[in-house]
């Protein structure tokens, strides 16, 4: 079946500029989580979904990032007035429901570069 | 909160040597452990994953896993690599206790191997 796709996979935009960021998680999975992917500081977790509700927003890094859900299905990361330090692959998993033994499947990415 | 260490960020081998990639963990409550692996131009992939029982874990290709209590790793290791396993490497913990579900992972090894 389908994996967890990602669009667009890149994009360059000038500092200053909101871009959004879409994640497709495999279908019938409850879970969704945003993890960002930059030189030196590996992989950082920003935000999870369980349904449409995000419980845990903690690694989200500034009131610019913002996340939504809808229908239980697609998410949208939001990244307003962006900065050069926002340059990064951000990447989207998800798993069947939210428990820790459940496998999270990643997508391909999104790599941002904000010049 | 957990914290994941890797501790080597290169590892060159060459084809059908041994390797071991180390991972260690700071964690005093009971953890999940997992291995991701991610080949050039590729999402993440789950490789082996310790939930409970058994130490010992393996993956499909040739890979296994020990859950060490007392030294608090999780090292990765493969007996004769092929040149197919080139590839970032990264080892990943979820704390049972924590209040969410996202996985907390360390800085990756990348993995070379030359003929």
């Known amino acids: 079946g389908a994996g967890v796709s990602q669009s667009p996979s890149n994009k360059v935009t000038e500092k200053g500029k909101d871009v959004e960021l879409r994640c497709d998680p495999i279908s019938g999975h409850t879970a969704l989580y945003w993890y960002r992917q930059s030189l030196g500081q590996g992989l950082e977790f920003l935000i999870y979904?369980?349904?449409?509700?995000?419980?845990?927003k903690s690694g989200l890094p500034s009131d610019r990032f913002s996340a939504e859900r809808t229908g239980g299905s697609v998410s949208t990361l939001t990244i307003q007035r962006t900065q050069q330090e926002d340059s990064a692959v951000y990447l989207c998993?998800?798993?069947?429901?939210?428990?820790?033994?459940?496998?999270?499947?990643f997508g391909p990415g999104t790599r941002l570069t904000v010049l | 909160a957990q914290s994941v260490t890797q501790l080597d960020s290169q590892v060159p081998v060459f084809e059908e040597a041994p390797v071991e990639l180390r991972c260690n963990y700071s964690?005093?409550?009971?953890?999940?452990l997992f291995w991701y692996v991610q080949y050039p131009n590729q999402g993440l992939q789950l490789l082996l994953k310790y939930l409970s029982g058994s130490t010992l874990v393996e993956s499909i290709n040739g890979f296994e896993a020990e859950f060490n209590k007392s030294q608090t790793s999780f090292h990765l290791r493969k007996p004769s690599v092929h040149i197919s396993d080139t590839a970032e490497y990264f080892c990943?913990?979820?704390?049972?206790?924590?209040?969410?579900?996202?996985?907390?992972f360390g800085k990756g090894t990348s993995l070379l191997v030359t003929p």
């Open positions: 979904f369980q349904g449409n509700s995000a419980p845990d």
């Open positions: 990943a913990v979820s704390e049972v206790a924590n209040s969410g579900y996202a996985l907390n």
């Open positions: 998993a998800s798993s069947l429901a939210t428990v820790r033994t459940d496998t999270q499947y």
């Open positions: 964690s005093s409550v009971s953890v999940y």
